[in-house]
C-alpha cells in the first residue's frame, strides 16, 4: 500500500520548470536528476539503484539527452513472504533538452553506486571565452 | 515591528515539505493498518526524505533491502535494538557536484532513517550488511526458536 511521494518530482518540479526554463525536462519523476551547467560542459547525475549497466541506454538526439532503461526485479524464493514493497520502479524514460551546441561525440556516461553521471562538453564554439582587448 | 520581505519560494517550499510529512504519516497509518502493526515504520519526522525499502521474510532470514544510491557506506548506520532495526544515515552532495550552475536538482540529499520493528528475534551477531549498485542489503537470520518448525503428529 506504501506509494512513493516524489517530492522533488512534483510542486519543486513546477518550480524549477518556471524558475529555469533553460533546461527542458520531461515532466516525469523518475529517475531523479540533477542537471548542472560548467564553463565547458553539463553534467547530468540521475539515480538508478539496482540498474545494471547492460540494462541502461542512453541515447542524444537532436539536442536531447534520453536516459532510459529497466530495472530487473530480483530473485526470490517462490515462497517468500513480502512485508513491504517500494521499490517498484521497472521501467523509465527520462529527457532533458541541452541544445545542439554541444560535442555529441564526447559524450561519457559511468554508473557508479546506483548513480549515472553524464557528461556532455559543449562545442569549443559555445565555450565562455575571454577577448583580449588590444 | 520590521518588515520582511516575503520569499515565495522560501514559502512554498514549506508547505511541499509539510504536505511531504503528511503524505508520510498516511502511508504509515495505512500500512500500520494493513499489516496489524507487526512491521512498524517509525521514522515519520526524522528525515529529510524516505529511502525505498523492500523487506522480505524467507523461512531463515528477513531481507531488508534500501535504495540508497550515491550514499557512502562509511555514511550509514544500522543498529538493532530489541526487534528494531533501524537504518540511518546521510546522503552527502558530491563536493565537485558544489560547483556549477545548476538548472535542476531533484536528487534528496541530507539524513534520513527508517526503522521496523522485526516479528520475530534474529541472530543478533549473524547480521549482515552489503552495499553494492546503491543498494543496501541486509540479511537477518532468524533465531533458532522463530524458525518455523515441521512437527509430525502421528494419526492414531
Known sequence: MLVRFDYPGTLEGLLDEFFAPAVQTSFQGYPAIDVAEHENEWTVVAELPGVKKEDLKIKFENGVLTISGERKPYELPQDARIWLNEMRVRQFSRSISLGAEVDADRISAELQNGMLKVVVPKAEYARPRTIEVK | MSLI????????????????????????????????????????????????????????????????????????????????????????????????????????????????????????????????????????????????????????
Open chain 2, 5 to 156: 520581505r516575503w520569499n515565495p519560494t522560501r514559502e512554498l517550499t514549506g508547505w511541499t515539505n509539510d504536505l511531504f510529512n503528511m503524505q508520510r504519516e498516511i502511508n504509515r497509518v495505512f500500512d500500520n493498518f494493513f499489516r496489524g502493526g507487526v512491521l512498524a515504520d517509525e521514522s515519520f519526522g526524522l528525515s529529510y526524505w524516505t529511502p525505498a525499502v523492500d523487506i522480505t521474510e524467507l523461512d531463515n532470514e528477513y531481507v531488508v533491502k534500501v535504495e540508497l544510491p550515491g550514499v557512502s557506506k562509511d555514511d550509514v548506520k544500522i543498529t538493532l535494538e530489541s526487534n528494531i532495526l533501524t537504518i540511518r544515515g546521510e546522503k552527502k552532495q558530491e563536493k565537485e557536484a558544489k560547483e556549477g550552475n545548476y538548472h535542476r536538482i531533484e536528487r534528496s540529499y541530507g539524513s534520513f532513517q527508517r526503522s521496523f520493528t522485526l516479528p520475530t528475534t534474529v541472530k543478533n551477531d549473524k547480521i549482515d550488511a552489503v552495499y553494492k549498485d546503491g543498494i543496501l542489503t541486509i540479511t537477518l537470520p532468524k533465531a533458532e526458536e522463530a524458525k518455523p518448525k515441521q512437527i509430525e503428529v502421528k494419526v492414531k
